[in-house]
């Protein structure tokens, strides 16, 4: 594998300098992909309207194609961080548009390509910002085959239309989690609480390994829920964490939850290692953790 720089007129940040990421890796075989630290892009789905596609100039790397807005990661960047700066940097898609739901790694070991799959959460129109786009268009799912795609993205878009419509939701008993560690959180049950919605909310961030939820792709970004009961609905709020307030029984509030989720098509994982709340949520249709599952990922 080698690095190759790239030539004049072929892809560059619309703003400044090159960076050094902006490079070819030449494979062994002679391949070439852009991106010296690998690449990255957004495929933000808008429940309404499909995904953001952009149609890619003639001159680019397998041009006159459409594909998702996307190109080199910096050094030392995250695919998250990349997938976005990139969609802003060629489709105008403004900060906080997207949640992001899951990543799905094309890694060759010398060169590795991740798809953000985002949600979109405050509605937009794409722009033209990089004259690397012909056009960019909102395209409903069952027309995206229709359309000439980039070879990269034809390949991964099979694998990732089927998991599009997964929606992962953890359900946390917040009660059994707490009282699995004797730290003397009997003392103090919201602050008990609290330190771990503060925890969660972490690990809301940086996503969890498709393998720990017996799903597939690489890495995900569920939705959180976390049930306190008790004194602990004194707790804090967590960024990325919805906190459910149990006016009475913490196990009734968990299981209407989960069948309330279910009914939306959402697949439920419920957090507990109370053998009798096991039960009536694998009964509702959820799939369960015990605490130390938690724990552990934490």
């Given at each position: 594998m080698t690095i190759?720089?790239?030539?004049?007129?072929?892809p560059r940040r619309p703003h400044g300098p090159r960076d050094p990421g902006d490079a070819w890796v030449v494979a062994p075989s002679g391949e070439r992909y852009w991106g010296?630290?690998?690449?990255?892009?957004?495929?933000?789905?808008?429940?309404?309207?499909?995904?953001?596609?952009?149609?890619?100039?003639?001159?680019?790397?397998?041009?006159?194609?459409?594909?998702?807005?996307?190109g080199a990661r910096h050094e030392g960047e995250s695919a998250v961080d990349g997938a976005i700066r990139e969609a802003q940097e060629e489709a105008g898609v403004p900060d906080a548009a997207t949640r992001p739901r899951l990543l799905s790694v094309f890694d060759l070991g010398y060169w590795s390509y991740t798809t953000l799959v985002a949600d979109v959460i405050r509605p937009f129109e794409p722009t033209i910002s990089d004259p690397e786009s012909r056009a960019l268009a909102w395209v409903p799912l069952d027309e995206v085959d229709e359309r000439p795609l980039h070879p990269g993205f034809a390949a991964s878009w099979r694998q990732l239309r089927g998991v599009l419509g997964v929606r992962p939701v953890v359900v946390v008993d917040a009660a059994n989690v707490v009282g699995s560690?004797?730290?003397?959180?009997?003392?103090?049950?919201?602050?008990?609480?609290?330190?771990?919605?503060?925890?969660?909310?972490?690990?809301?961030?940086?996503?969890?390994?498709?393998?720990a939820l017996d799903l597939p792709e690489d890495v995900w970004f569920p939705e959180w829920t976390a049930v306190v009961e008790g004194a602990a609905r004194a707790a804090d709020e967590?960024?990325?964490?919805?906190?459910?307030?149990?006016?009475?029984?913490?196990?009734?509030?968990?299981?209407?939850?989960?069948?309330?989720l279910i009914a939306r098509g959402r697949t439920v994982t419920v957090v507990t290692s109370d053998r009798g709340l096991v039960a009536r949520v694998t009964a509702a249709g959820a799939s369960t953790r015990g605490t130390g599952w938690l724990l552990d990922q934490l």
């Open positions: 190759e720089p790239p030539a004049s007129g072929e010296a630290f690998g690449a990255a892009g957004l495929l933000a789905l808008d429940p309404d309207r499909g995904v953001l596609l952009q149609h890619r100039v003639s001159w680019s790397h397998h041009g006159d194609t459409w594909a998702l807005p996307g560690v004797p730290d003397g959180w009997w003392r103090d049950r919201a602050g008990a609480a609290s330190r771990l919605l503060a925890r969660i909310a972490g690990l809301a961030d940086r996503g969890v390994s498709g393998g967590a960024p990325g964490v919805e906190v459910v307030r149990a006016e009475a029984s913490g196990d009734d509030a968990i299981v209407a939850r989960t069948e309330s």
